[in-house]
Nanobody
Framework: LQFVEFGGGLVQPGGSLRLACVAAGFTLDDKAIGWFRQAPGKEREGLSCNDNESTTYGDSVKGRFTVSRDNDKHTAYLEMSSLTPEDTAVYYC?????????WGQGTQVVVSS
């Protein structure tokens, strides 16, 4: 089972970026999906948790980041907007599969002019 991330890169302040996590070997239908990030020298920060009933967002990204999923494509998305340099970090997705958490490999996002 794997959870593979795509979509990181360099973006200017105020810009937008979409990350994707594709599940291999499992479906997303009934799974809780989490998004996290870790900036240099900082602890990993929880950004969002999404299941089939609700979605929660961390205060630092509320109103700017949106999560979604396409169960048919086995893909989860993190839409990021109004990005600032403080959003620079390695971003991770996770899926809870029967009590075991699978992590994406991480993708670097750099917000800089």
């Amino acid at each position: 089972l794997q959870f593979v991330e795509f979509g990181g890169g360099l973006v200017q302040p105020g810009g937008s970026l979409r990350l994707a996590c594709v599940a291999a070997g499992f479906t997303l239908d009934d799974k809780a999906i989490g998004w996290f990030r870790q900036a240099p020298g900082k602890e990993r920060e929880g950004l969002s948790c999404n299941d089939n009933e609700s979605t929660t967002y961390g205060d630092s990204v509320k109103g700017r980041f949106t999560v979604s999923r396409d169960n048919d494509k086995h893909t989860a998305y993190l839409e990021m907007s109004s990005l600032t340099p403080e959003d620079t970090a390695v971003y991770y997705c996770s899926a809870d599969v029967g009590g075991r958490v699978y992590w994406g490999q991480g993708t670097q996002v750099v917000v800089s002019s």
